[in-house]
């Protein structure tokens, strides 16, 4: 057992249009780097102070554009974290995420030092003309410096790319992964453009106004993309992630294990089991104001949710199951107190028949040939009451 | 001990829906001594919670009551519940035969409604005294005059000794009770002559079989009796005889006149049949009692379980059903579609509702049940006469020499500022006018002969909503009549899907056939493949719609921040299959087979 940790940094530059994450738009000079910073330390320490001492997996650094984060401030919070937590330096993961043109190799370099040894940068494109369409604010030269100093500061990379947008064809995505596998990269996110109906292109896409990409396309661009990365020894280890041999991202890979994690900061999320078959989960305030004045006491948080044991099997199986190593059956009975295989319901044993579900020793996973329709697998594999 | 017919009074009350019916008949029963405040449940008498939550009366029930007048003698008074929708009017018939006067009630604050009218017919009818009673009399927005005018102008009841009440706070209700002994004639009966008692209604009782609510005409009723039940020509020994103060009590003997229960062995209410005479074995009556019918189910549909595994438990809750409801009837159906399942035929939408209501929730039975459909009379060309109540039944248009449908005459109250949209209402609903009479200087009754079929769908809805809710409609059978029908296919995959076939009007076929594919494109989830949904009569389709293949169903993201709302989806996702059936491979989700009834006319 082991906790990882995520942090919210809840400012941008600019919001991209199609991004559902909690962010304000902001001058970075202007953003209340010292403040935000004592607030979250405030809310890390009331928060850990009655937990158990578990090992530390992983610290992530996400938001918003936490490469907007002072070093010397996000060091802080890390030294504050370090304080509390037992955790071997060479062991314990930190993540941050960044944006190319909000990374210099200077603040790669301070990053480092503040204890940060990895980074997942949001290229999203190579293609001036996708970055344009997904307003991002910076182009395709932009991406590849920032993965050069990233890779020469930190060694460690991942990168974050988007297909199935208007225009796009196949071959080019492709090739675009292949040209970052060639510079060095050794973790490749490609996501399927998603719209969010809280979003501006979701508004547009409700009025018509969004040209998008067809979604056969996208298919074709998933299975072509595992097809390439595994080409070049990637293991396609989640449905949108690939990684070579031990680069994988532990911090992910403790969220699609169930396992506990603490959110801090703004509009962060954190869940904690709290004993056989039980489990809280609960949001912050995203209101920065409010979660600067409140992140002493519980009042930060404006949501919270118990789980039981049925949402603890059905949240491990929609977790697990996106991971080509899948489900480990001993942890899920262990955390709900369930037994997942003695249920008699006809839509999971169909599923196992129809090898659309698959039982190897102590695990249960979907083969990735399915994987294009994982939703309505996981959707009937859930128990209900 | 029986009381002499001069001291019986046996009424009923009838009024529209909503008027204050059951809540009036809680306050006689207060005023009278039989229910103690500790007793009360608001609405005593209906008893299914279903019953309750609609606020309607299915079952008949009957109480007896002991009033002592203001002179001081002593009364029994037998208060005849009706069953309160339009669904169950032969029953309502019986029951009111059962009485020799009615309390019509009419809400002081509304006036006549189309049930108000109705109900007052069938009392007239069966040549009752109606004691017009103005309730809600407490109410600032009650108008009593105007009310009472439209009695008197709309129902032409003489309302001059009208009885205005509260059933709410008790006023009026004194003035009621006397006026009850004063103007509701003693029923006439004598006890020499042979056994006559007319079956009002009959409910299963799992300890006593089938017990049978009666109305003694003429002689008595004993417990050890040997009786015969005219109809069916069958033979029983009674077992028990009683009454209810509402609360069942034993008694030796129902005396002419009198108004109780009795149980004799009988092993299902379809032994017993609502308006049929109960006589003596030993001496029976000669003449039967006027006005029996046998009551024949109007709306059929389909249901099947969503999981084949429990047709056994299905047919478990018909049967129990079916025990204590004469007018439900069901057999097995086979659905190439559907699989296993039953049809089963119900005296109206109402019926069907509540009964489908029942099954999910007293049996808690997942269910997909057909769109409901009315029997049609079909002759073949080779003369011979079909009654189809499954439109999937109906035969090839070759073998058909004529198709008839079964006509309601309904008629509407509205206020007059709604007449155009009603009118157009009831012209695209295929209907013919035949009559149109102004009840006041801004209420208007109009009458429409309509194909039943298309009252069935969805017609009350839209007349509610075209007229804001202001109007209200009472139907009733007229008669078959040929019209131009043709069977509407659907084919999903080239397959035809037999549960969601349609008897439609051959000139709104096509518009029908685009209509439906349309809807059904919109319901049935994508799935693997691309699902191709025509509409065809006989061999030649007329429409055709695709619902895409889905090509890529995952999500792309599920990071720690996002997963409770990412599990809601997947939960719903699962809830909502429950709810579907397949058919052949393809996921068709319940909504579909009712697509039929909510196609835009």
Same mark, same amino acid.
């Given at each position: 057992?082991?906790?990882?940790?995520?942090?919210?940094?809840?400012?941008?530059?600019?919001?991209?249009?199609?991004?559902?994450?909690? $962010?304000?738009?902001?001058?970075?000079?202007?953003?209340?780097?010292?403040?935000?910073?004592?607030? &979250?330390?405030?809310?890390?320490?009331?928060?850990?102070?009655?937990?158990?001492?578990?090992?530390?997996?992983?610290?992530?650094?996400?938001?918003?554009?936490?490469? &907007?984060?002072?070093?010397?401030?996000?060091?802080?919070?890390?030294?504050?974290?370090?304080?509390?937590?037992?955790?071997?330096?060479?062991?314990?993961?930190?993540?941050?995420?960044?944006?190319?043109?909000?990374?210099?190799?200077?603040?790669?370099?301070?990053?480092?030092?503040?204890?940060?040894?990895?980074? $997942?940068?949001?290229?999203?494109?190579?293609?001036?003309?996708?970055?344009?369409?997904?307003?991002?604010?910076?182009?395709?030269?932009?991406?590849?410096?920032?993965?050069?100093?990233?890779?020469?500061?930190?060694?460690?990379?991942?990168?974050?790319?988007?297909?199935?947008?208007?225009?796009?064809?196949?071959?080019?995505?492709?090739?675009?992964?292949?040209?970052?596998?060639?510079?060095?990269?050794?973790?490749?996110?490609?996501?399927?453009?998603?719209?969010?109906?809280?979003?501006?292109?979701?508004?547009?896409?409700?009025?018509?106004?969004?040209?998008?990409?067809?979604?056969?396309?996208?298919?074709?661009?998933?299975?072509?993309?595992?097809?390439? &990365?595994?080409?070049?020894?990637?293991?396609?280890?989640?449905?949108?992630?690939?990684?070579?041999?031990?680069?994988?991202?532990?911090?992910?890979?403790?969220?699609?294990?169930?396992?506990?994690?603490?959110?801090?900061?703004?509009?962060?999320?954190?869940?904690?089991?709290?004993?056989?078959?039980?489990?809280?989960?609960?949001?912050?305030?995203?209101?920065?104001?409010?979660?600067?004045?409140?992140?002493?006491?519980?009042?930060?948080?404006?949501?919270?949710?118990?789980?039981?044991?049925?949402?603890?099997?059905?949240?491990?199986?929609?977790?697990?199951?996106?991971?080509? $190593?899948?489900?480990? &059956?001993?942890?899920?009975?262990?955390? $709900?107190?369930?037994?997942?295989?003695?249920?008699?319901?006809?839509?999971?044993?169909?599923?196992?028949?129809?090898?659309?579900?698959?039982?190897?020793?102590?695990?249960?996973?979907?083969?990735?040939?399915?994987?294009?329709?994982?939703?309505?697998?996981?959707?009937?594999?859930?128990?209900?009451? | 001990?029986?009381?002499?017919?001069?001291?019986?009074?046996?009424?009923?009350?009838?009024?529209?829906?909503?008027?204050?019916?059951?809540?009036?008949?809680?306050?006689?029963?207060?005023?009278?001594?039989?229910?103690? =405040?500790?007793?009360?449940?608001?609405?005593?008498?209906?008893?299914?919670?279903?019953?309750?939550?609609?606020?309607?009366?299915?079952?008949?029930?009957?109480?007896?009551?002991?009033?002592?007048?203001?002179?001081?003698?002593?009364?029994?008074?037998?208060?005849?519940?009706?069953?309160?929708?339009?669904?169950?009017?032969?029953?309502?018939?019986?029951?009111?035969?059962?009485?020799?006067?009615?309390?019509?009630?009419?809400?002081?604050?509304?006036?006549?409604?189309?049930?108000?009218?109705?109900?007052?017919?069938?009392?007239?009818?069966?040549?009752?005294?109606? %004691?017009?009673?103005?309730?809600?009399?407490?109410?600032?927005?009650?108008?009593?005059?105007?009310?009472?005018?439209?009695?008197?102008?709309?129902?032409?009841?003489?309302?001059?000794?009208?009885?205005?009440?509260?059933?709410?706070?008790?006023?009026?209700?004194?003035?009621?009770?006397?006026?009850?002994?004063?103007?509701?004639?003693?029923?006439?009966?004598?006890?020499?002559?042979?056994?006559?008692?007319?079956?009002?209604?009959?409910?299963?009782?799992?300890?006593?079989?089938?017990?049978?609510?009666?109305?003694?005409?003429?002689?008595?009723?004993?417990?050890?009796?040997?009786?015969?039940?005219?109809?069916?020509?069958?033979?029983?020994?009674?077992?028990?005889?009683?009454?209810?103060?509402?609360?069942?009590?034993?008694?030796?003997?129902?005396?002419?006149?009198?108004?109780?229960?009795?149980?004799?062995?009988?092993?299902?209410?379809?032994?017993?049949?609502?308006?049929?005479?109960?006589?003596?074995?030993?001496?029976?009556?000669?003449?039967?009692?006027?006005?029996?019918?046998?009551?024949?189910?109007?709306?059929?549909?389909?249901?099947?379980?969503?999981?084949? =595994?429990?047709?056994?438990?299905?047919?478990?809750?018909?049967?129990?059903?079916?025990?204590?409801?004469?007018?439900?009837?069901?057999?097995?159906?086979?659905?190439?579609?559907?699989?296993?399942?039953?049809?089963?035929?119900?005296?109206?939408?109402?019926?069907?509702?509540?009964?489908?209501?029942? %099954?999910?929730?007293?049996?808690?039975?997942?269910?997909?049940?057909?769109?409901?459909?009315?029997?049609?009379?079909?002759?073949?060309?080779?003369?011979?006469?079909?009654?189809?109540?499954?439109?999937?039944?109906?035969?090839?248009?070759?073998?058909?020499?004529?198709?008839?449908?079964?006509?309601?005459?309904?008629?509407?109250?509205?206020?007059?500022?709604?007449?155009?949209?009603?009118?157009?209402?009831?012209?695209?609903?295929?209907?013919?006018?035949?009559?149109?009479?102004?009840?006041?200087?801004?209420?208007?009754?109009?009458?429409?002969?309509?194909?039943?079929?298309?009252?069935?769908?969805?017609?009350?809805?839209?007349?509610?909503?075209?007229?804001?809710?202001?109007?209200?409609?009472?139907?009733?059978?007229?008669?078959?009549?040929?019209?131009?029908?043709?069977?509407?296919?659907?084919?999903?995959?080239?397959?035809?899907?037999?549960?969601?076939?349609?008897?439609?009007?051959?000139?709104?076929?096509?518009?029908?056939?685009?209509?439906?594919?349309?809807?059904?494109?919109?319901?049935?989830?994508?799935?693997?493949?691309?699902?191709?949904?025509?509409?065809?009569?006989?061999?030649?389709?007329?429409?055709?719609?695709?619902?895409?293949?889905?090509?890529?169903?995952?999500?792309?993201?599920?990071?720690?921040?996002?997963?409770?709302?990412?599990?809601?989806?997947? =939960?719903?996702?699962?809830?909502?299959?429950?709810?579907?059936?397949?058919?052949?491979?393809? =996921?068709?989700?319940?909504?579909?087979?009712?697509?039929?009834?909510?196609?835009?006319?």
């Amino acid at each position: 057992m082991a906790i990882s940790i995520y942090v919210h940094f809840p400012f941008c530059i600019r919001k991209c249009p199609y991004c559902d994450f909690y $962010s304000v738009a902001i001058q970075p000079s202007l953003i209340a780097q010292r403040q935000y910073t004592d607030a &979250l330390i405030d809310e890390l320490r009331w928060r850990a102070s009655d937990l158990f001492d578990l090992p530390l997996e992983s610290v992530y650094f996400g938001g918003g554009t936490p490469s &907007l984060w002072d070093p010397a401030e996000l060091g802080r919070v890390l030294e504050a974290i370090v304080a509390r937590f037992s955790r071997d330096q060479a062991d314990t993961e930190v993540t941050l995420e960044c944006n190319p043109g909000s990374i210099t190799k200077d603040r790669a370099a301070a990053y480092r030092r503040s204890g940060v040894n990895r980074l $997942s940068i949001g290229v999203q494109s190579l293609d001036d003309r996708h970055l344009r369409y997904l307003e991002r604010p910076h182009d395709g030269q932009a991406g590849l410096d920032a993965i050069e100093l990233g890779l020469v500061e930190l060694g460690r990379v991942g990168v974050d790319m988007i297909y199935g947008l208007a225009e796009q064809t196949t071959e080019a995505f492709c090739g675009e992964l292949e040209r970052l596998a060639g510079l060095g990269v050794k973790h490749l996110s490609a996501y399927s453009l998603t719209i969010e109906t809280n979003t501006p292109f979701g508004k547009r896409k409700q009025k018509g106004q969004l040209s998008m990409g067809r979604e056969e396309d996208a298919a074709e661009c998933f299975l072509a993309s595992r097809k390439t &990365l595994e080409a070049l020894g990637f293991e396609h280890y989640e449905v949108s992630n690939y990684a070579l041999p031990g680069e994988k991202s532990r911090h992910n890979q403790h969220y699609w294990r169930g396992g506990d994690y603490l959110g801090l900061g703004a509009s962060a999320v954190g869940c904690l089991h709290t004993g056989m078959g039980r489990a809280r989960r609960y949001r912050n305030t995203p209101d920065i104001d409010r979660y600067i004045a409140y992140s002493k006491r519980a009042e930060v948080e404006s949501f919270e949710e118990q789980l039981g044991p049925l949402e603890i099997i059905n949240e491990s199986l929609m977790l697990g199951l996106r991971t080509r $190593s899948g489900v480990h &059956l001993p942890t899920v009975q262990a955390r $709900s107190g369930l037994t997942l295989l003695e249920r008699r319901d006809r839509d999971f044993h169909d599923l196992l028949q129809k090898g659309l579900l698959v039982k190897k020793g102590d695990w249960l996973k979907i083969p990735a040939e399915n994987w294009l329709y994982l939703d309505s697998i996981v959707a009937n594999a859930f128990m209900t009451r | 001990m029986t009381t002499q017919p001069s001291r019986i009074r046996n009424f009923s009350i009838v009024a529209h829906i909503d008027h204050g019916k059951s809540t009036l008949a809680d306050r006689i029963m207060e005023a009278t001594g039989a229910l103690s =405040e500790r007793d009360k449940a608001d609405q005593f008498l209906d008893k299914m919670e279903i019953e309750r939550e609609r606020g309607i009366t299915i079952k008949a029930q009957a109480v007896r009551l002991r009033y002592r007048s203001k002179s001081g003698e002593e009364y029994q008074f037998n208060l005849i519940d009706t069953p309160g929708h339009v669904d169950f009017t032969y029953e309502v018939s019986r029951s009111l035969a059962a009485c020799e006067g009615a309390l019509l009630v009419v809400d002081a604050t509304q006036g006549v409604e189309a049930q108000t009218l109705a109900n007052a017919y069938l009392a007239i009818d069966n040549n009752l005294e109606i %004691l017009p009673v103005f309730n809600k009399i407490d109410l600032a927005s009650a108008d009593l005059e105007r009310a009472i005018k439209e009695v008197e102008e709309i129902v032409g009841i003489d309302c001059e000794r009208a009885i205005a009440v509260s059933a709410k706070t008790g006023e009026g209700v004194n003035e009621m009770l006397e006026a009850i002994i004063e103007r509701i004639p003693a029923p006439q009966g004598s006890s020499d002559r042979s056994l006559r008692a007319l079956v009002i209604d009959s409910w299963y009782d799992s300890y006593r079989g089938a017990v049978v609510l009666v109305r003694i005409v003429d002689g008595s009723l004993a417990k050890g009796d040997k009786i015969r039940m005219l109809a069916t020509q069958s033979d029983y020994e009674v077992t028990e005889v009683g009454v209810f103060t509402p609360f069942p009590v034993q008694l030796q003997r129902l005396g002419p006149c009198e108004v109780g229960f009795f149980a004799a062995s009988i092993k299902s209410v379809q032994d017993v049949k609502v308006g049929d005479t109960v006589t003596h074995a030993k001496k029976p009556a000669t003449e039967r009692l006027p006005g029996f019918k046998e009551i024949k189910p109007m709306v059929f549909a389909g249901i099947f379980p969503s999981d084949s =595994e429990l047709y056994a438990g299905l047919r478990d809750a018909l049967e129990r059903l079916h025990l204590n409801d004469s007018a439900f009837r069901f057999e097995p159906d086979n659905s190439k579609a559907l699989g296993l399942g039953f049809r089963c035929g119900f005296l109206g939408l109402l019926h069907m509702e509540v009964i489908q209501e029942r %099954l999910e929730r007293e049996y808690q039975l997942d269910l997909v049940t057909t769109a409901p459909s009315v029997v049609y009379r079909v002759r073949t060309t080779n003369e011979q006469l079909l009654y189809v109540d499954n439109p999937s039944r109906l035969p090839d248009a070759g073998r058909i020499s004529c198709v008839e449908e079964p006509y309601y005459r309904v008629s509407i109250h509205l206020p007059s500022a709604y007449i155009g949209a009603v009118l157009k209402l009831c012209e695209e609903r295929r209907g013919t006018q035949s009559g149109m009479q102004y009840a006041s200087k801004d209420r208007v009754i109009i009458v429409y002969e309509l194909p039943l079929a298309e009252v069935l769908f969805d017609f009350f809805d839209a007349l509610k909503t075209i007229t804001r809710g202001y109007a209200s409609m009472d139907y009733e059978m007229i008669g078959f009549r040929e019209s131009q029908l043709v069977r509407l296919d659907i084919l999903i995959n080239g397959e035809p899907t037999d549960a969601l076939s349609s008897i439609v009007h051959r000139d709104r076929a096509y518009q029908a056939g685009k209509q439906l594919t349309s809807k059904l494109r919109k319901i049935i989830p994508r799935q693997q493949y691309d699902v191709a949904i025509q509409a065809a009569i006989g061999s030649r389709v007329i429409a055709r719609e695709t619902v895409k293949a889905l090509r890529k169903d995952v999500t792309a993201k599920c990071y720690g921040g996002d997963i409770t709302r990412k599990r809601k989806l997947l =939960e719903k996702q699962k809830e909502g299959k429950k709810r579907m059936k397949s058919v052949g491979s393809i =996921e068709i989700p319940q909504e579909a087979f009712h697509a039929i009834l909510k196609a835009e006319k």
